[in-house]
Every structure is written in C-alpha cells, then in structure tokens.
C-alpha cells in the first residue's frame, strides 16, 4: 500500500512526492468509479474482479490491454486518444502508470456498473451502451447530475418514471478523457489519503483541476 496522509485543496500536487516506484509488496486497494446509485443500493458493493498486472518497470509509457466491449457496447474513446491525453499531463502524475485496460462487459459488471477503476498501477475503463443511452429506474443524486451535465450528456425523466441518461459521441468521449481517465490518475497519485472518502474527494477536486478545468472549463463546452 501507498503511504498515506491528507492532501489540501490547494496543494500544489506538482511538487508531490508521488512516493518509490512499486516499492510496496501486495496488492493495493481497487478504487472505482461508480456510473451511478439509481442501478443499485449502497447495500450492494461493487465486486467486479479483475486481471492483476504485475508491475515491471520495463517501459515508460503504459501498455494497453483491450478486450471486445461486448454485445451491445462499445468502449467510447480508442488507445490514441487516451495515450494522447496520458501526454498532455505532467508526467510526475504519470510515470507509475503501467497498463491501462479497456474491459469487456460482464454479467457481474452490468448489475453494479461502472466507468472506471483504479488497482495498483493500473486504470480499467469500462464500455457503455452502444446507444449512448443508460436507463434507471431511480433519479440521480444531484452531484451525479450535474456532472453528467457538464460533460455535455442530457437527463430525461419519462412518462413511466424512469431516467435516462444521453449522451452524444463527443459528449462520452470529453467526459472519459477529461474526467473518468484523470479521475483515476487522481487515485494513483494519492498516496498520502487512506479514508476512502478522503480519497474519492481527492480524485474528484483532481479529475476537476487537471480534466475540466485544463481542457477550458464550461466555456469551452458551450460553444
């Protein structure tokens, strides 16, 4: 496991001591990010296993690992466009990511579904509807909407009672590159948070800082 301590809001996260490269035996905790709440109760964890990658050191650049999405998703955004995105970060951020893997749509993982996920020094990304369109049957929690909505993604409340949740093609793409991607680098480079909430506050403020914001914020999503 990653030491661990609180990071402030205005940390200046350049300067962080990102800690020694793999030097900590086992497997650290997986950290995940979640789609959302109306698919399932706090009651239900999520529990999508996946392949281990040991870490090597071998190159300086994460390799790529894709699985087929599986039948009726797709993984919305391609290995370019994440690589090209990995580049644009500092590479203190960066240099301890080993793999990044687009992974393939399970029966486990559509009942408690996810975007992403962070283990040791890997990011798994995970497909969507091939529609664009995610359904529930419960109304998003507020923060939920509003960051879906400032990606550009439209919430639909119908006449049955049910919420659906659109997306356009660049829509899913801004917000797997410029949130779901940075917010699980926010997780690798946390090494001082060890409370689960004060970490997923910590990858939420970085996927902000170092997502949306760095890419124009909402002025440049609403052109």
């Given at each position: 496991m990653k030491?661990s301590?609180?990071v402030?809001?205005?940390?200046?996260l350049?300067t962080?001591?990102?800690?020694?490269r793999?030097?900590?035996p086992?497997?650290?905790?997986a950290?995940h990010?979640?789609?959302?709440a109306?698919?399932?109760?706090n009651?239900?964890p999520f529990a999508?296993?996946?392949?281990?990658?040991?870490?090597?050191?071998a190159?300086?650049?994460p390799r790529?690992?894709?699985?087929?999405?599986?039948?009726g998703?797709v993984?919305?955004?391609?290995k370019?466009?994440v690589n090209?995105r990995i580049?644009?970060?500092?590479?203190?951020f960066?240099?301890?990511?080993?793999v990044?893997?687009?992974?393939?749509?399970?029966r486990k993982?559509?009942?408690f579904?996810c975007?992403?996920?962070h283990?040791?020094?890997?990011?798994?990304l995970y497909?969507?509807?091939?529609?664009l369109?995610?359904?529930?049957?419960?109304?998003?929690?507020?923060?939920q909407r509003?960051?879906?909505e400032?990606?550009g993604a439209l919430?639909?409340?119908?006449k049955?009672?049910?919420?659906?949740l659109e997306w356009?093609?660049?829509?899913i793409?801004?917000?797997?590159?410029?949130n779901i991607?940075?917010?699980?680098?926010?997780?690798?480079?946390?090494?001082?948070?060890?409370?689960r909430?004060?970490r997923?506050?910590?990858?939420?403020?970085f996927?902000?800082?170092y997502?949306?914001?760095?890419t124009?914020?909402?002025r440049?999503?609403?052109?």
């Amino acid at each position: 496991m990653k030491p661990s301590s609180i990071v402030s809001r205005n940390r200046n996260l350049a300067t962080l001591n990102v800690g020694q490269r793999k030097s900590a035996p086992g497997r650290p905790v997986a950290a995940h990010r979640g789609r959302s709440a109306a698919r399932h109760t706090n009651h239900e964890p999520f529990a999508a296993p996946e392949t281990w990658h040991e870490p090597t050191d071998a190159s300086p650049k994460p390799r790529f690992v894709v699985e087929p999405p599986g039948q009726g998703y797709v993984h919305p955004v391609t290995k370019d466009e994440v690589n090209e995105r990995i580049e644009r970060l500092p590479t203190v951020f960066t240099h301890e990511l080993e793999v990044i893997q687009f992974s393939r749509m399970t029966r486990k993982r559509h009942r408690f579904p996810c975007y992403g996920m962070h283990w040791g020094w890997s990011i798994y990304l995970y497909p969507i509807e091939e529609t664009l369109v995610e359904m529930y049957t419960r109304a998003p929690l507020p923060a939920q909407r509003i960051e879906a909505e400032m990606y550009g993604a439209l919430w639909i409340h119908d006449k049955e009672g049910h919420w659906r949740l659109e997306w356009t093609r660049a829509a899913i793409k801004d917000y797997y590159l410029n949130n779901i991607l940075i917010h699980e680098i926010g997780h690798l480079v946390d090494n001082r948070n060890s409370n689960r909430d004060d970490r997923e506050r910590y990858a939420e403020w970085f996927a902000i800082e170092y997502g949306y914001r760095a890419t124009g914020g909402r002025r440049a999503r609403s052109k």
